[in-house]
């Protein structure tokens, strides 16, 4: 199995982090993972530290972005041949990341978990933003992504090298745009999710807002201009 690195960012989970590990402890255990502790308010850093969870600890809160490159960084600085990007509030599942790092090897980039590869994404106001982000990366690449939102995939060490050392290219879904321009080889596998048991995503009503106009601006004036 390729040597891999999970990197699990949280910010104020402190109700859900324990959960997350164990999970990672008990399906995945020939996995390497970090928690990164991304400024939390809370008492995750008790959690962690009373846990010996592994762990780095941000000073002051970076963001989604912040956190997960912190992670890719350490990757690649050790050498790691994947990295799994993995959410600390319990929504994703350990048993998929064996099935994750196996589509890495057959010769994927970027192996995204995601939630509509066999099922229907469903007519609901919370799949709006994702409906928008798929559309737009079709008419942008005219490459089909799914679930173009899912915080869960794999990279192998080329996409590693780019999202450690390039400040303006965070793992989000507007760069799988460049990321495709690029010729990345990205592929999609059906997982499940969980519903988030304790505490509340950053993206409320204003958040999202501003995150899919974030988005739009990036997908169709940005990334498909970026120098490759």
Same mark, same amino acid.
Do not use: W
């Given at each position: 199995m390729l040597k891999t690195l999970v990197i699990i960012p949280a910010y104020n989970e402190a109700l859900n982090i324990e959960k997350t590990v164990q999970d990672i402890h008990e399906n995945a255990p020939w996995v390497d993972?970090?928690?990164?502790?991304? !400024?939390? @308010?809370?008492?995750?850093?008790? $959690?962690?530290?009373?846990? @010996?969870?592994?762990?780095?600890d941000g000073f002051c809160n970076l963001g989604l972005f912040g956190a997960v490159q912190t992670g890719f960084k350490l990757g690649?600085?050790? =050498?790691?041949?994947? $990295?799994?990007?993995?959410? !600390?509030? !319990?929504q994703h599942s350990a048993e998929y990341i064996e099935p994750l790092v196996k589509e890495i090897e057959n010769g994927n980039n970027i192996v995204i978990g995601s939630r509509f590869v066999t099922e229907k994404k469903p007519f609901t106001a919370r799949m709006i933003g994702s409906r928008l982000i798929a559309g737009a990366i079709k008419m942008v690449t005219g490459?089909? /992504? @799914?679930?173009?939102?899912? !915080?869960?995939?794999?990279? =192998?060490?080329?996409? /590693?090298?780019?999202?450690?050392?390039?400040?303006?290219n965070p793992p989000e879904p507007d760069t799988l745009v460049y990321m495709l321009r690029?010729?990345? @080889? /990205?592929k999609e596998i059906q997982v499940e999710m969980s519903e988030r048991e304790f505490g509340e995503s950053y993206l409320n009503l204003v958040n999202t807002i501003k995150?899919?106009?974030?988005?739009?601006v990036s997908i169709f004036l940005i990334q498909p201009f970026r120098k490759v």
């Open positions: 993972y970090v928690v990164i502790n991304d !400024g939390s @308010k809370d008492n995750t850093l008790d $959690v962690i530290q009373k846990n @010996k969870f592994n762990y780095i690649f600085m050790e =050498d790691y041949d994947v $990295v799994i990007q993995f959410d !600390g509030d !319990g490459k089909t /992504i @799914k679930d173009p939102t899912s !915080g869960f995939r794999a990279y =192998d060490k080329a996409c /590693i090298k780019d999202y450690a050392t390039e400040t303006n690029k010729q990345r @080889k /990205i995150y899919m106009s974030r988005m739009m």
